[in-house]
């Protein structure tokens, strides 16, 4: 699954799998994202930190909050993109990922780039 949102300038691309090899159904599921963060804007941003909300099929929420995204603040330049790959461990086959990212323009004007809703899902999972 994948999504997109953009705000002010800043477009977030996720795709997601399901990683099979490192899960051990039915106690825990493992998936990973991709996010590619773009500024199609026209000012300089830096990424200062990131709130994802993880819901599992169950409705259980989780919230993780933390400075940057793996280890990393990036400044993007208009046109320029940040791209990694992180991890989510959940206890059932299905559940959503969405959040925000806390960025900062040269000016010092902060303001959170949404990170649309997007799918973890075993391939067989009932949606």
Same mark, same amino acid.
């Given at each position: 699954m994948k999504s997109e949102a953009t705000t002010r300038g800043v477009r977030v691309h996720v795709r997601s799998?399901?990683?099979p090899d490192h899960s051990t159904p039915p106690e825990r599921w493992i998936f990973t994202y991709t996010v590619e963060i773009t500024n199609t804007g026209e000012e300089t941003v830096q990424l200062l930190?990131?709130?994802?909300v993880i819901t599992d099929a169950h409705g259980h929420v989780e919230e993780v909050?933390? #400075?940057?995204v793996? %280890?990393?603040?990036?400044?993007?330049?208009p046109g320029e993109s940040f791209e990694y790959t992180s991890f989510c461990p959940l #206890?059932?086959?299905? %559940?959503?990922?969405h959040g925000t990212y806390q960025m900062v323009t040269d000016d010092g004007d902060t303001f959170e780039a949404?990170?649309?809703a997007f799918h973890l899902s075993t391939p067989y999972a009932v949606n």
């Open positions: 799998r399901y990683v930190s990131r709130h994802w909050r933390g #400075p940057g793996v %280890g990393a603040q990036p400044v993007l330049a #206890p059932t086959a299905f %559940g959503t990922m949404e990170v649309a």
